[in-house]
């Protein structure tokens, strides 16, 4: 089996509809794939609707969170980091709720980026990156497109630093976002699993420290997210034998965005033995089976 358990759709900020991505996911030899896209369900119906005979869907969000800073009293400032949850209630009230704040800042925190920028002497406008957003959830990626169309980066990622859209950087903006331990405790309790997503993708900035991983072990969290294309083979040896000390669920993933990032459908996976693990533990939700498929 080949399972892909981390991708992002137009209902967030990916490229791809989500009916286009399960006709992807398929055509590119997968056999379960997960919608998640950023703190939405908005493309879980769609994707259902499509889904091709043979290809599971798992359904699932990626959670905006943020550590707070400091250790034995010293302020270090705080870490946004991303928590993966799949197979929840999407109607548990207080979890639908804290959904909502974080998708209702969107458009305010990124109209304060775009005027950062603007500050910062970029020709960049609001019609611009709201034409590039289109129906999506507005979100960096898109200020980053639109910071490629001018030439001021040459890709996507190279946005995501303290020289523009980066945790802390010029033209950052703060928005709402949950406490990673108020995140697993929710996902939990709308029947949920939770993988720490990409935890040491230094190029992005600042990752939180591994003892914050052993204390989110402690509260529930299930798995960290190792293969992924932010994680060097040392990263991921390494995250490997924390994982094993933790007793923690190991998952590899593409983080797919369609067009907007180079990485395929598929370019890192998880085990099966895994995604039956995740299946077992999930009560909100079940994997969806296309029509002829079975759903594990």
């Given at each position: 089996?080949?399972?892909?358990?981390?991708?992002?759709?137009?209902?967030?900020?990916?490229?791809?509809?989500?009916?286009?991505?399960?006709?992807?996911?398929?055509?590119?030899?997968?056999?379960?794939?997960?919608?998640?896209?950023?703190?939405?369900?908005?493309?879980?119906?769609?994707?259902?609707?499509?889904?091709?005979?043979?290809?599971?869907?798992?359904?699932?969000?990626?959670?905006?969170?943020?550590?707070?800073?400091?250790?034995?009293?010293?302020?270090?400032?705080?870490?946004?980091?991303?928590?993966?949850?799949?197979?929840?209630?999407?109607?548990?009230?207080?979890?639908?709720?804290?959904?909502?704040?974080?998708?209702?800042?969107?458009?305010?925190?990124?109209?304060?980026?775009?005027?950062?920028?603007?500050?910062?002497?970029?020709?960049?406008?609001?019609?611009?990156?709201?034409?590039?957003?289109?129906?999506?959830?507005?979100g960096r990626p898109h200020i980053a497109t639109a910071l490629v169309q001018l030439g001021v980066v040459e890709t996507v990622s190279d946005a995501f630093t303290a020289e523009?859209?980066?945790?802390?950087?010029?033209?950052?903006?703060?928005?709402?976002?949950?406490?990673?331990?108020?995140?697993?405790?929710?996902?939990?309790?709308?029947?949920?699993?939770?993988?720490?997503?990409?935890?040491?993708?230094?190029?992005?900035?600042?990752?939180?420290?591994?003892?914050?991983?052993a204390d989110l072990a402690a509260c529930g969290l299930d798995g960290i997210e190792v293969d992924h294309m932010d994680h060097d083979e040392p990263t991921r040896a390494r995250?490997?034998?924390?994982?094993?000390?933790?007793?923690?669920?190991?998952?590899?993933?593409?983080?797919?965005?369609?067009?907007?990032?180079?990485?395929?459908?598929?370019?890192?996976?998880?085990?099966?033995?895994?995604?039956?693990?995740?299946?077992?533990?999930?009560?909100?939700?079940?994997?969806?089976?296309?029509?002829?498929?079975?759903?594990?």
């Amino acid at each position: 089996m080949r399972i892909d358990l981390h991708t992002h759709s137009t209902a967030s900020d990916g490229t791809d509809t989500p009916a286009e991505l399960v006709r992807n996911a398929s055509a590119a030899g997968l056999d379960v794939v997960a919608l998640t896209d950023h703190d939405s369900t908005r493309g879980h119906a769609e994707a259902r609707a499509a889904l091709p005979a043979g290809l599971t869907l798992v359904t699932g969000a990626e959670l905006s969170c943020r550590l707070a800073g400091g250790e034995g009293g010293e302020d270090t400032g705080s870490t946004g980091l991303h928590m993966l949850a799949y197979l929840f209630d999407p109607g548990e009230p207080e979890f639908l709720r804290e959904r909502e704040l974080v998708r209702d800042d969107r458009v305010p925190r990124a109209r304060a980026m775009v005027g950062r920028l603007q500050e910062l002497g970029v020709p960049i406008t609001w019609d611009q990156v709201a034409r590039i957003a289109g129906d999506a959830s507005l979100g960096r990626p898109h200020i980053a497109t639109a910071l490629v169309q001018l030439g001021v980066v040459e890709t996507v990622s190279d946005a995501f630093t303290a020289e523009w859209l980066g945790d802390g950087g010029r033209a950052y903006a703060e928005k709402h976002e949950l406490d990673p331990f108020t995140a697993v405790r929710l996902v939990k309790q709308a029947g949920g699993v939770t993988v720490f997503a990409h935890p040491q993708a230094a190029k992005r900035g600042r990752v939180v420290p591994e003892s914050a991983i052993a204390d989110l072990a402690a509260c529930g969290l299930d798995g960290i997210e190792v293969d992924h294309m932010d994680h060097d083979e040392p990263t991921r040896a390494r995250l490997r034998g924390l994982a094993a000390e933790l007793g923690l669920l190991v998952t590899g993933s593409s983080d797919y965005h369609g067009s907007r990032k180079s990485v395929e459908l598929g370019a890192c996976t998880t085990h099966p033995e895994v995604y039956g693990e995740i299946i077992r533990r999930a009560t909100g939700a079940f994997p969806v089976p296309g029509a002829g498929g079975d759903s594990a």
